[in-house]
């Protein structure tokens, strides 16, 4: 991403940063090669590595197109073949009962690879991708699957003071939110959520006791939040700060946050604006919900991987009625729906308990009929694995 960059290495300037170091240990395998240095000994197995380049790559919200996508491609083969010893741990410590897919490595593995060191302790991460031990491994995993779940309280906490800043936030073009005693290590995850929920980029900012701010942001796309971190760095009111369109990281002086602010709302409001009004809900089949089943969600998944900047299929069915509907965990709804030709489905919207989305299918009378539209996945935990539907949307059909 340098500006003096040839256009040939411009056209990887998507890749995070596992895949730059794989294609530098890549050319200097290459060098030594040339040089004679395997004459006598064997080279590195680098594809063997391309798990790891996957995990980084997904967990990184590296855009899927061009190289990125066929290291992930690639990688979750390798992944499947469960030849890191350390990687094989964290996949039963995450309970995955199947060969991982793209949306593991950004929601089952890379959070719990990060939880040593969202908790001051950085070096279980590394130690569980480089020991040959297998009990060593798995101790290291259950380690890990335990600090992610304190992760998850310190995550739900932050959230929930963020989302009551939100408020004061409603004329930004960007959401930049800050306090102190936040946990540094959940600021990126509770930048997505916010994101989420407003539609718009969001920093989070964690102040430490010195009155610097360690910020996480994400964007929503057509929005490149690191071109403008880089400006805002550029023009004085960063330490230090970069990053790519959909995430960014910044370090900044507490003093300086409103000024930042207010450098971003009027470096992207117009952009801003114009994502948001442009939002639509680009389809791309219509099913019977009897044609929701495992055989056509395989055939999508045949397209894969899927990720930021190479989604995953969008589907519509219906008309169906709801025959259940109630909240499951903490804020997810979960609705059982059947069509008029037998088939029943289930669907299930993540956090939208108290977005319209969820306040409307909770409020519904059973049997009212609608037009159901998201992602079709694999249920794989009961005996037999069966179709369900994340929902991103809904209309009524009456």
């Keep these: 991403n340098r500006l003096d960059e040839s256009d040939a290495g411009a056209e990887h300037g998507h890749l995070a ?3 730059m170091a794989f294609l530098l240990g890549a050319a200097l395998v290459r060098t030594l090669r040339n ?7 064997a080279e590195p197995k680098l594809l063997e590595l391309l798990d790891i380049v996957a995990l980084g790559t997904v967990a990184d919200v590296a ?16 992944l499947a073949g469960r030849q890191n010893i350390g990687l094989s741990a964290l996949i039963d410590a995450s309970r995955l009962k199947r060969a991982p897919i793209c949306s593991d490595l950004g929601f089952a593995l890379g959070p719990r690879i990060n939880a040593g060191g969202r908790v001051g302790k950085s070096d279980l991460g590394v130690r569980l991708l480089i020991t040959q031990d297998p009990e ?10 335990h600090f992610n779940q304190e992760r998850r309280a310190i995550e739900a906490h932050v959230l929930e003071e963020a989302d009551a800043m939100c408020a004061s936030q409603q004329n930004q073009a960007v959401a930049v939110l800050s306090s102190k005693g936040w946990h540094p290590g959940v600021i990126g995850i509770v930048a997505g959520r916010i994101k989420e929920k407003l539609n718009r980029p969001a920093i989070i900012i964690a102040v430490d006791e010195d009155g610097i701010g360690k910020g996480s942001g994400r964007s929503i796309s057509g929005i490149d939040l690191g071109a ?3 400006a805002a760095k550029e023009s004085g009111l960063l330490v230090a ?18 000024a930042f602010s207010e450098f971003l709302n009027d470096r992207l409001a117009d952009s801003v604006g114009k994502a948001q009004d442009g939002k639509a809900l680009l389809l791309d089949a219509l099913l019977s919900p009897k044609g929701v089943n495992p055989l056509i969600v395989e055939a999508m998944d045949g397209a894969g991987p899927y990720g930021m900047g190479w989604p ?13 509907c109630d909240i499951v965990g903490t804020d997810h709804v979960r609705m059982i729906v059947g069509g008029d030709d037998g088939a029943s489905i289930k669907t299930i919207a993540f ?14 009378p059973r049997g009212r009929k609608l037009w159901i539209a998201g992602r079709a996945k694999i249920d794989d935990w009961g005996s037999r694995p069966s179709a369900e539907i994340h929902l991103e949307d809904a209309a009524w059909a009456d």
Excluded at 64 to 75: D, I, K, T
Excluded at 241 to 258: F, L, S, Y
Excluded at 312 to 324: D, E, L, S, Y
């Design 17 to 19: 940063a596992v895949g």
């Design 35 to 41: 040089q004679g240095f395997f004459t006598n000994r």
């Design 63 to 78: 855009q899927l197109r061009g190289l990125n996508r066929a290291f992930v491609a690639q990688g979750l083969k390798v």
């Design 136 to 145: 060593e491994a798995q101790s290291i995993a259950a380690e890990l699957d």
């Design 228 to 230: 403008a971190i880089i």
């Design 241 to 258: 700060g970069g990053g790519h369109a959909m995430a960014a990281g910044i370090t900044i002086e507490a003093e300086k946050v409103d």
């Design 312 to 324: 995953a299929p969008r589907i519509v069915t219906g008309p169906v009625r709801i025959i259940k």
């Design 351 to 364: 956090r939208a308990a108290e977005s319209d989305l969820g306040q409307a299918l909770l409020s519904a």
